[in-house]
């Protein structure tokens, strides 16, 4: 069963993520486009794990089979790229090889679709069925195919980072800030570079740019974790603050000038408030139920709505449209801004935190005390993930579907949104349970007035998935 998660479709490389696989899909979504009669071409683009680049050709072989030309990239690019091509090209699909933020022997494939944005729910249903119903996956040789133009190189590289360069401040320009960056040896280095020369910001150092399909062993995710070996060589550099993005660059995770790691939920949090409080920008903000009370408590402070929706960016897109919301967001690092694409973008958050800082003229860790401020906000989000093996992921959600955790207090109101389990208690305190979308792990998160209390609770949703 090839299935498609809150980003795609994704694999163990060999196991599930195979060659006959991926071209399963292309075939499916061959179908597809001539059941529509679309006539437009695909861009097909594809990241640094091992093979994508194969991978990529192998879905151009299929689709210039079935008549439908391929706009195959030359280099390996930033996710994003592959959507503002989508967008800005007018296309019906676009196709990205990659598994974002997972172990390296993980590959995937993410889709998207007209307007730049990811494949909704109902799209990949379709293309599901699509690929269960294929008898025949029609394939050429690429050589072939390239000399009957049905496989075009292809890249957008410079148009999307002026796309980029158009949104932010030119008060960045020149920008003294000195910056410490890892790549983490994804493909974020190949724009954010460039971006950041093109910006004239010379007190850039830049760690871990070479192309390794294993990621050095470290998971090329920008977590806490991954982080804080940072930590030392921001304080005795001095450097401003240091940023990672992970492997396909649509993650940004960001240390302050003290060496502390600053999560997901604050960044989100300090550009909108920096949007709305120094570029004069005016809108609602959208985020994922997985995402601290912390960013409604701006956008309510500031006259302003945040709408909660389920976990995937697809939801946050499809609510930045329905809501003309200024900004969206979640828990895990990725982000957009409404005039930019509809999608979550590193290389853009990173240029548009760094003005930020140029701007507000502060050290990193007094910008995030002075959102905590202006929100009232005192509380402490935790989060962590459970591995399970030894018992199926059906088993372990209808346990979690029937039982009533104990808490240290009163429940107010639980709900289940798709793969996600939710528990409020009074004075906006939470805490959350929700099956990942692309590995066998269920992530667990918080959010109380103490650092204790949301690990305690923590330790009680553990007890829960592990019957223990």
């Known amino acids: 069963m090839i299935k498609f998660g809150t980003g795609g479709f994704r694999g163990v490389i060999g196991d599930d993520f195979t060659k006959s696989n991926v071209q399963l899909v292309a075939q499916g979504l061959c179908d597809i486009i001539r059941e529509d009669g679309s006539d437009k071409p695909v861009p097909v683009g594809y990241d640094y794990r091992f093979e994508s680049g194969f991978f990529a050709e192998w879905i151009a072989e299929v689709l210039a089979a079935n008549g439908v030309k391929c706009l195959l990239y030359t280099q390996s690019l930033p996710t994003p790229a592959i959507m503002t091509a989508v967008r800005d090209e007018a296309l019906d699909y676009g196709i990205m090889i990659t598994a974002s933020h997972n172990p390296y022997y993980f590959n995937g494939v993410k889709m998207f679709v007209r307007g730049g944005m990811d494949a909704d729910v109902e799209f990949t249903d379709r293309l599901e069925k699509k690929v269960l119903a294929v008898d025949r996956v029609k394939t050429s040789d690429a050589a072939v195919a390239k000399e009957k133009g049905l496989i075009v190189p292809y890249s957008n590289k410079e148009k999307y980072l002026q796309n980029i360069l158009d949104f932010i401040s030119p008060t960045v320009r020149g920008s003294g800030v000195k910056i410490l960056f890892d790549n983490l040896c994804g493909v974020g280095a190949s724009c954010i570079e460039p971006l950041f020369d093109k910006l004239g910001i010379k007190n850039f150092s830049a760690l871990n740019c070479r192309h390794d399909a294993f990621f050095g062993f ?251």
């Open 218 to 468: 470290v998971n090329p995710n920008p977590t806490r974790e991954v982080m804080e070996r940072l930590a030392d060589t921001v304080v005795s550099e001095k450097y401003d603050f240091a940023m990672a993005t992970d492997s396909d660059s649509d993650r940004l995770g960001i240390l302050d000038e003290k060496g502390n790691y600053v999560s997901s939920n604050d960044i989100l949090a300090c550009l909108y408030y920096y949007l709305i409080k120094y570029r004069g920008m005016k809108g609602d903000v959208v985020k994922n139920c997985a995402t601290s009370v912390l960013i409604d408590k701006v956008a309510a402070n500031a006259g302003y709505a945040c709408h909660e929706v389920d976990v995937g960016f697809k939801n946050i897109s499809s609510a930045i449209k329905k809501y003309d919301a200024l900004v969206g967001g979640e828990s895990s690092g990725g982000l957009t801004v409404r005039g930019y694409i509809f999608g979550k973008d590193s290389v853009f958050s990173s240029a548009l935190f760094t003005e930020m800082v140029t701007v507000m003229k502060k050290p990193v860790s007094e910008i995030v005390k002075e959102v905590h401020d202006f929100a009232g906000y005192r509380y402490s989000y935790v989060e962590d993930e459970i591995r399970f093996d030894g018992e199926s992921e059906e088993s372990i959600t209808a346990r979690i579907a029937s039982a009533s955790p104990e808490f240290d207090r009163e429940l107010v109101r639980s709900l289940r949104l798709n793969r996600n389990f939710k528990y409020m208690f009074a004075n906006d305190c939470w805490a959350m349970i929700r099956l990942s979308g692309t590995e066998p792990v269920f992530r667990v998160c918080a959010e109380f007035e103490t650092e204790a209390a949301a690990r305690e609770n923590i330790e009680r949703l553990r007890t829960l998935i592990l019957d223990k």
